[in-house]
């Protein structure tokens, strides 16, 4: 268990759509960070918050929203679902602000599966 | 955009081989770390090299970078069924970057 929790595990819902997925860290962990995963793209990074402010933004489409809360949960709003939306979404955290200078690792939660109909 | 590419794109190989996978990247790095995936499942951290690092062991894994080609490796020896998984390495695109990067990943399959 990595401490790093996700929900919901699965979503299915209709194109046109706008859906909300939450993401508590890990306790002490400052930094959320949002991932992407489908077959033909990867996993691709989308978005960072630290400590409640915007740190880094990755492909994240400009249908895509995120925000991370005082209590330092974050969520991924998307919305006017496509069916290329379909991914496997994923939520990381650090302690630290990021990774470019400071040897730390990140810990992913279990994913939310989105299934765009 | 990938920072990362893995190299082979998938391997198969018989319980108790060694496994071998390679990272290239392009930029200059503080650290490379190596995560694995189970299937459908979030991402677990193995092990992390800093740049002044050319080789580090942990268990049955040993990762070597070389900073001067852009790549590492990693190696995980005695292979067993439970190894099965996607393999990524990560780094960021540049020494004033935050986010990990990764590539798309070695697909190891373990037969027993």
């Known amino acids: 268990d990595s401490g790093v929790t996700q929900t919901p595990k699965h979503l299915i819902t209709a194109t046109g759509q706008r859906v909300t997925l939450r993401c508590s860290p890990r306790?002490?962990?400052?930094?959320v960070y949002w991932y992407q995963q489908s077959l033909d793209q990867g996993l691709q990074f989308l978005i960072q918050y630290y400590n409640g402010e915007e740190r880094a933004k990755g492909n994240i489409l400009e249908r895509f929203s995120a925000q991370q809360f005082p209590d330092l949960h974050s969520e991924l709003n998307l919305s006017s679902l496509e069916l290329g939306d379909s991914a496997l979404y994923f939520c990381?955290?650090?302690?630290?602000?990021?990774?470019?200078?400071?040897?730390?690792?990140?810990?992913f939660g279990q994913g939310t599966r989105l299934t765009v109909v | 955009s990938q920072q990362g590419e893995e190299d082979p794109q998938a391997l198969s190989i018989q319980e108790g081989e060694n496994a071998t996978m390679n990272c290239s990247y392009k930029?200059?790095?503080?650290?490379l770390q190596w995560y694995r995936q189970n299937s459908g499942r979030g991402l677990v951290h193995l092990i992390l090299?800093?740049?002044?690092?050319r080789e580090k062991h942990s268990g049955r894994l040993r990762v070597t970078l070389d900073t001067s080609k852009k790549s590492s490796s990693l190696l995980i020896t005695a292979s067993r069924a439970a190894d099965t998984a996607s393999y990524f390495c990560?780094?960021?695109?540049?020494?004033?970057?935050?986010?990990?990067?990764f590539g798309k990943g070695t697909t190891l399959s373990v037969s027993s």
């Open positions: 306790s002490g962990d400052l930094s």
């Open positions: 990381a955290s650090s302690v630290a602000g990021g990774f470019g200078l400071l040897n730390t690792e990140a810990f």
């Open positions: 990560a780094t960021v695109l540049n020494q004033a970057g935050t986010a990990l990067i």
């Open positions: 090299i800093r740049s002044n690092e």
């Open positions: 930029t200059s790095i503080n650290n």
